[in-house]
């Protein structure tokens, strides 16, 4: 067999804005808000004790305080808006996921490359019914695409279906799993 390597028009390839894709849950985008408001507190707190502990003047205090009471308005305030442009797909090859506010990623992982799929929550997120669904690939130190903000049985079928998927179970056809409501 010959070597072929021929040029693709890129005009013939598929659009990838043509695909559809599923909002992450409406409760990502309160849980975005809360857990980057806890964050920042501990920034205040230090803000606070800062001219204590260190001999800087009382009077920068005013100052400190109001940079970090801007930081407490608007980084929750940034977070709620990029929690909300966050989507994903499952396509019959492959898995994206959108995200970003200023700087907008998308992510598209081929299911031959997944090794294995796990889900997490931390504490806040489980206030919400939301986990993350991480899929890793050979060779990778991390998570290689991490898809936040997803229902907890939303992500549990998505699991399952990556999982039956890349060990090439016959049940696992070209149906992906269907679509949970947000129940908001």
């Not at 309160?30 to 806890?38: D, K, N």
Request: neutral net charge; aromatic residues 8%.
């Amino acid at each position: 067999m010959a070597f072929s390597n021929a040029p693709v028009d890129p005009e013939a390839l598929p659009r990838l804005e043509a695909q559809s894709l599923q909002p992450v849950s409406r409760r990502f985008a309160p849980y975005q808000l809360i857990s980057r408001f806890l964050g920042l507190l501990p920034l205040g707190f230090i803000a606070w004790l800062l001219p204590v502990m260190t001999g800087v003047p009382m009077a920068l205090r005013p100052v400190l305080l109001g940079g970090v009471g801007v930081l407490l308005v608007v980084s929750p305030a940034l977070s709620w808006l990029e929690a909300r442009r966050r989507a994903w797909a499952v396509r019959e090859q492959d898995v994206t996921y959108h995200s970003g506010l200023l700087v907008q990623r998308t992510t598209v992982l081929p299911f031959v490359r997944i090794q294995h799929v796990e889900t997490a929550s931390n504490p806040v997120e489980r206030a919400f019914n939301l986990v993350r669904l991480t899929c890793f690939t050979a060779g990778g130190a991390g998570g290689d695409l991490v898809i936040q903000g997803l229902e907890r049985e939303q992500a549990e079928r998505l699991r399952q279906y990556l999982l039956d998927r890349i060990q090439g179970r016959a049940d696992a056809s070209d149906e992906p799993p269907p679509e949970a409501s947000d129940g908001v």
